[in-house]
């Protein structure tokens, strides 16, 4: 069970990282108390749960549950929590959307530019490619977890959560707030015409954006980039080629959508999308993350 339980490591690793940042940053001592009570907490459930994991010899019900979903649900809940290591490293209002601003214009400045060429209809189609970023990982793992594939589910959650923690760190040392916010301070972009127009998908992504649980310098690197590549790779693995060309259409979508919705720089998209490659035998799997 060692490549099944490998995903429960990565939340501890994580939380360890987590902790440091947070001690380093500028809370308070008692919000400092209440992170290090509360990873401590999350810390003993994971070393646990392997421990469990390692005495069973089948996999079935809750324990299947706890064991398969618990990295994949702990990361989509760190995403809120990284919000308070983003000043353990650099002061509070640091961010290198002006370098990044900078050397976009050599791009045509295209998170600048992209939606002003659009429509409702293009911008309700890539917002809905944008959205897809809520689906694909769940489709996926609920797909492997009824077809009892614990071995394969637990690679994607591997490619999945390792993304996250990449991503969620980075936060800390490459804090982007994004083109949606650090255009309007740069004063290239009108703030009446910050958000996207569109229809009803349109609409739910900025409520999402500007008034919902977006990081403020949480943009560098694009998570959702990284979870698309990782879509993508195991709609190619599962149903072949024409799997593996709808989830790249999804995937490329999606980071077009992003783009041009302001909500991330080219390079955020760019660096967010690693290098992935798989290939199974029967000791398990190798990974590659360039």
């Known amino acids: 069970m060692s490549t099944e339980l490998l995903p429960n490591w990565l939340p501890l690793i994580y939380l360890?990282?987590?902790?440091?940042?947070?001690m380093?940053?500028?809370?308070k001592t008692v919000m400092k108390a209440k992170i290090v009570v509360l990873n401590l907490a999350l810390s003993l459930y994971f070393a646990l749960l392997i421990f469990w994991g390692h005495s069973l010899t089948e996999w079935t019900g809750w324990?299947?549950?706890l064991l398969l979903w618990s990295p994949i649900i702990f990361f989509w809940w760190a995403y809120l929590w990284s919000k308070q290591t983003l000043t353990g490293v650099h002061p509070v209002g640091f961010h290198f959307d002006s370098?990044?601003?900078?050397?976009?214009?050599?791009?045509?400045?295209p998170s600048l530019t992209w939606a002003r060429k659009?429509?409702?209809l293009l911008s309700e189609i890539l917002h809905i490619f944008y959205f897809s970023y809520y689906l694909y990982t769940p489709v996926i793992a609920i797909y492997l977890d009824i077809s009892n594939r614990i071995h394969d589910f637990a690679l994607l959650s591997f490619g999945v959560t390792f993304g996250y923690l990449v991503s969620y760190v980075t936060f800390a040392l490459v804090p982007v707030y994004g083109p949606r916010l650090s255009l309007v301070d740069a004063g290239l972009l009108p703030a009446s015409v910050q958000r996207a127009k569109g229809y009803w998908i349109t609409r739910f992504i900025n409520k999402l954006m500007f008034?919902?649980?977006?990081?403020k310098g949480g943009a560098m690197p694009s998570s959702h980039s990284s979870t698309a590549i990782v879509f993508w790779y195991w709609c190619w693995v599962i149903w072949g080629i024409p799997g593996g060309i709808v989830g790249g259409i999804i995937a490329v979508g999606m980071g077009l959508g992003a783009v041009y919705g302001r909500y991330h720089f080219v390079t955020d998209v760019i660096v967010g999308a690693p290098s992935y490659a798989g290939?199974?035998?029967k000791e398990g799997a190798a990974f590659v993350f360039l």
């Open 63 to 65: 324990s299947k549950f």
């Open 16 to 22: 360890f990282i987590h902790t440091t940042l947070s």
């Open 24 to 27: 380093n940053s500028g809370h």
């Open 279 to 281: 290939s199974e035998s």
């Open 99 to 109: 370098f990044l601003i900078q050397f976009e214009s050599r791009l045509g400045q």
């Open 211 to 215: 008034g919902g649980p977006a990081l």
């Open 118 to 120: 659009g429509n409702r």
